[in-house]
């Protein structure tokens, strides 16, 4: 099974900071590596796709790099909308799988 | 507008079963992959199952042999039939749909890109 690592569990920022949170896979996944974003009650929302695809509807200033086992997520000019929890996501191998998250809240 | 909706949610106690339904709306269920996946209160996210256009189907290690995922093409329709349900069972239960990156990747390389609101599943005495 892959193993999906994300760090850190937690971070905390300002509104227009910019924020990296990585993502490690316990083996390569190529670029099959994909972001989501939860808010309290809410169902996950896909943010990237295919490691730096990013969704249709989601702002320009979450973008997404990395490829084989190590990526990143990057937030700049951080907006009040977007503290909420992060996690990224495998398919290439069955079972999917999903880091265990990161929150963002408000320093 | 593209909406997955969930239905069939509620409390069960230990052992018994419950099944959970998923319609869409804005793109037909027995085409594309579905999946569910689960959070537990507090917890993250944790992948359940999925089911792919051609019918195959995969299962988490933890719900094995207990659940069983399954289209109704004629009522494009999913359900989740869970049978002995554990306490660790309880969850919020998410339907969502998996599109393929693309058409000449391998089959099974996908991302949930809509998602239902969830269906809380309570396994209590």
């Known amino acids: 099974d892959i193993q999906m690592t994300q760090s850190p569990s937690s971070l905390s920022a300002s509104v227009g900071d910019r924020v990296t949170i990585t993502c490690r896979a316990s083996?390569?996944?190529?670029?099959?590596l994909n972001w989501y974003q939860q808010k309290p009650g809410k169902a996950p929302r896909l943010l990237i796709y295919?490691?730096?695809s990013l969704q249709s509807g989601v702002p320009s200033r979450f973008s997404g790099s990395g490829s084989g086992t190590d990526f990143t997520l990057t937030i700049r000019n951080l907006q009040p909308e977007d503290f909420a929890d992060y996690y990224c996501?495998?398919?290439?191998?069955?079972?999917?799988?999903f880091g265990q998250g990161t929150r963002l809240d408000i320093k | 507008e593209v909406q997955v909706v969930e239905s069939g949610g509620g409390l069960v106690p230990p052992g018994g079963s419950l099944r959970l339904s998923c319609a869409a709306s804005?793109?037909?269920?027995?085409?594309?992959?579905m999946t569910w996946v689960r959070q537990a209160p507090g917890k993250g996210l944790e992948w359940v199952s999925v089911?792919?256009?051609?019918?195959?189907?995969y299962y988490a290690d933890s719900v094995k042999g207990r659940f069983t995922l399954s289209r109704d093409n004629s009522m494009d329709t999913l359900s989740l039939q869970m049978n002995s349900l554990r306490v660790e069972d309880t969850a919020v239960y998410y339907c969502?749909?998996?599109?393929?990156?693309?058409?000449?990747?391998?089959?099974?390389?996908?991302?949930?890109?809509?998602w239902g609101q969830g269906a809380l599943v309570t396994v209590s005495s």
């Open positions: 089911i792919y256009s051609g019918g195959s189907t």
């Open positions: 969502a749909r998996g599109l393929r990156y693309s058409a000449y990747d391998r089959v099974g390389l996908f991302y949930f890109d809509y």
């Open positions: 996501q495998q398919s290439y191998l069955i079972p999917v799988s």
């Open positions: 295919g490691a730096s």
């Open positions: 804005g793109f037909t269920v027995s085409t594309n992959y």
């Open positions: 083996q390569s996944i190529s670029r099959y």
